[in-house]
Every structure is written in C-alpha cells, then in structure tokens.
C-alpha cells in the first residue's frame, strides 16, 4: 500500500529566510506526486505536480520540488518566503491506475517577521 | 469562476441528527470526491464518485452516504450524527474520467466545518 510521511508537523522560518519542507513516499512503482496548500480557512489548491521527466518541477507562487527516487522523496523548496506563505501544506502520492491519493498529515508553516 | 462550492459552511448539529452536506462544480468534471480532515491525520477519502450514477466507497465510508445527482453535484449525507464525525468537510472534483487517473489534480471546495455535540 502506498503511504506518504511529513515528518515535520509545524516548521518556523523567517521572513526571507529560505524553505524545504520534507516528504518521503513508499509506493512499489513511480508515482504522480503533489504538494498541495491550505491557507485558513480555506480548500486546498495544487501547488505543484511530478508526473515524469525532469526531476525538478516548478510550481505557482515561487515554489519548487525535487523527486528523488533514491531517497523516495518530493521535498518542496522555496529559496525566500514571504509572509503570505504561512499555511498548511500537504504532499500526495497517486498511482498511475485505479487507487486512491493518499495525503500526508501536512506541515504547518509558520513565518516570523 | 466559482469552482467547486459547498454549502453550509459551518453546521453544529445534535448526536442523532441528520444531515446533507451539498457540493456542486461548475468545472464539468467527472470525478467528485469527498474529504473529511481531522487534526493530525490529513485528509482522508469518504466516497467518490467517477461518472453521474456511479460512487464508491473510500478509506472512512461508515456512517455516510452520498449520491451523484448530477454530473455537478455529490452530496454527502450524514444518517445519523455522532460526536466522532466532527471534523472538516471537503468537496473536490477533478477532469480524470477514472476516478484516480491521478495526471489530473484534484481542486477543492472550501469547506464545512461541522460540529456534532
């Protein structure tokens, strides 16, 4: 069975400062990869997506992920935050085929001024 | 562009009572999908439902039912409330003609925060 783990529940970083929040997948096959972002209150919206090909993908609001299938991970990047980007943010794993995606547990983002 | 929109946006309902939880997409997609969120545990999938007149089970199905009225809407039904179904409540819908063909995102509602006492 498939399974997704962010292993950091609530990460604090400085305005400015750089982000990597980490996720690491066990899937037998190559997955579609996600990471998703919920601000409060609010739905989630697709921040970015890995099918295949180049390894590191872009996203929309300045964000960035790297699939390493060595290390079965997708962790998402962004070289300054700003303070909009205090939210939750959530890594999925979908099988090419008929099982469901599985959502990690999130990371809540924190930024100080 | 409205998207996907679920009504209400916030219930407190009493232990027995029921309740339907109303989505509609105005994106003509396929798939609908419904999410309940819980704190520590992410989202997890109650039902979807691929095409109008066809839903399957998810990871949580008890204790609900849903229905695909339409190719716009999927509702969820709760028979009968009990305190451990208060949570967050999502609606997503996607273009996937199979409901996990997982090349197409998923776009969500904003959800419904229901409160069972």
């Known amino acids: 069975a498939q399974s997704v783990t962010q292993p950091d529940i609530h990460i604090t970083v400085s305005e400015g400062a750089s982000l990597e929040l980490r996720c690491n997948y066990s899937?037998?096959?190559?997955?579609?990869l996600f990471w998703y972002v919920q601000s409060p209150g609010q739905g989630l919206q697709l921040l970015l997506k890995?099918?295949?090909?180049?390894?590191l993908v872009q996203g929309i609001k300045g964000f960035e992920a790297e699939f390493k299938r060595s290390q079965s991970s997708f962790n998402l990047r962004k070289p300054s935050v700003h303070w909009s980007d205090a939210a939750e943010y959530f890594c999925?794993?979908?099988?090419?085929?008929?099982?469901?995606?599985?959502f990690g547990t999130g990371t809540r983002l924190t930024i100080i001024p | 562009n409205a998207g996907v929109t679920q009504t209400p946006k916030f219930q407190v309902l009493k232990t027995g009572q029921s309740m339907t939880l109303q989505c509609a997409q105005d994106?003509?997609?396929?798939?609908m999908y419904w999410y309940r969120q819980d704190p520590g545990m992410g989202l997890r999938l109650i039902y979807y439902?691929?095409?109008?007149?066809?839903?399957d089970k998810g990871e949580v199905p008890n204790g609900y039912n849903v229905s695909r009225l339409n190719k716009r809407e999927f509702s969820l039904r709760l028979e009968s409330a009990a305190p451990s179904q208060t949570s967050v409540y999502f609606c997503a819908s996607s273009e996937a003609r199979r409901a996990w063909d997982s090349n197409q995102p998923q776009h969500f509602g904003d959800g419904t925060r229901l409160s069972i006492l």
């Open positions: 994106m003509n997609h396929n798939s």
């Open positions: 999925a794993v979908g099988p090419f085929g008929n099982e469901k995606l599985t």
């Open positions: 899937y037998g096959a190559t997955p579609y």
């Open positions: 890995y099918f295949s090909g180049d390894t």
């Open positions: 439902s691929a095409s109008e007149g066809t839903t």
